[in-house]
């Protein structure tokens, strides 16, 4: 499965609190977009950067930010992205997690903290990947610096773990990135990545979706692919597929296709059997949200086929955990507690 940021903004993560934004506001941690500077560039903070940036000197403590998961999860890789910060970087970094109830305050003095990365040092102007092996489900990061100093991004690397009890007895977006979908390949990213295909927003624009490049080699069978696969099996009630802002460039035409089966461990989806009729090869209008009613009973995962190439801003598919996928989501949440 391929890792999800659970702490980006684009799945509901949020900074919470800070021991100091002196230089450089809190919640660009959790920006979507890369980082940027451009240097000789002054505001009444001083050089504008990209990024969470503390006053000098904060003392042997250091300073601190808590950030809220978009969605509960267990962790993988923190990435202490400090691109861009280099005679101003923090020296050394550790991170502590928990598992708060929704109201509950994470800046207060009961919280419990767990450490899941011990103090690292840190380098200047890079990614800093940082493992974490703990598997317990977690809600709220908290990174703690061992100086002052600035931070570009903060991206927690891991997988979504779905509360049970959001799923029983409702239909859910099942392919969605806030309920563990996940695109797990694609025959083509050039111009934009088709990860923003299970993105819970609306697209905003024409970046914000999947365009190939313009293939050359069409016949009657010519054909991009994407396949997304779901958190545990479900019943498959609707499609949608939106090509929204891709006015001049939208794919023509696109077919859906279900498995019944999960991946290896030695050969990962390119052996999957993808041999479920979901949606018969259809027209698709451009710049619009287009519905489709399906009654397909557990399905894994989706091979989307877009013909012949083109651009796809969002596709969702909606169901129903079967009752073996919800017993699995159940068990899921409780080892992970």
Not at 137 to 150: A, E, F, K, V
Request: with cysteine.
């Amino acid at each position: 499965m391929t890792d999800v940021d659970l702490a980006s903004r684009v799945v509901g993560g949020s900074v919470v609190a800070a021991s100091d934004e002196s230089f450089g506001f809190k919640e660009r941690l959790v920006d979507p977009s890369e980082p940027a500077f451009v240097p000789g560039t002054y505001d009444l903070r001083g050089e504008v950067v990209d990024g969470w940036e503390t006053r000098r000197h904060a003392g042997p403590g250091g300073d601190w930010v808590i950030i809220r998961l978009g969605v509960p999860g267990r962790l993988h890789t923190v990435d202490v992205d400090t691109r861009f910060f280099s005679g101003n970087h923090p020296t050394a970094c550790a991170v502590d997690a928990c598992a708060l109830d929704r109201t509950d305050d994470p800046a207060g003095p009961a919280v419990v903290w767990t450490p899941v990365v011990e103090t690292t040092a840190l380098k200047a102007d890079s990614h800093n990947l940082l493992a974490v092996t703990d598997r317990r489900r977690w809600t709220h990061l908290r990174l703690r610096l061992q100086s002052d100093g600035g931070v570009a991004r903060l991206r927690a690397y891991g997988e979504v773990v779905p509360d049970p009890a959001l799923w029983a007895d409702v239909t859910v977006e099942v392919s969605g990135l806030e309920q563990g979908g996940c695109v797990e390949w694609c025959s083509d990213s050039f111009y934009s990545s088709a990860a923003s295909l299970v993105a819970p927003n609306r697209p905003h624009n024409m970046g914000d979706g999947w365009e190939t490049r313009r293939r050359r080699d069409i016949g009657p069978e010519t054909h991009d692919a994407v396949i997304i696969s779901f958190a545990v099996p479900a019943d498959l009630r609707q499609i949608e597929v939106d090509t929204s802002y891709f006015v001049f460039n939208a794919s023509r035409e696109v077919s859906v296709l279900g498995s019944r089966c999960t991946p290896d461990r030695e050969h990962g989806w390119g052996l999957v059997a993808f041999d479920v009729p979901v949606l018969s090869r259809t027209r698709l209008i451009p710049d619009a949200r287009q519905v489709f009613c399906v009654d397909v009973p557990a399905v894994t995962a989706l091979r989307v086929q877009a013909y012949p190439d083109g651009g796809i801003a969002r596709v969702r598919a909606f169901g129903v955990p079967t009752a073996d996928g919800l017993r699995t989501l159940r068990d899921r949440w409780e080892e992970s507690s």
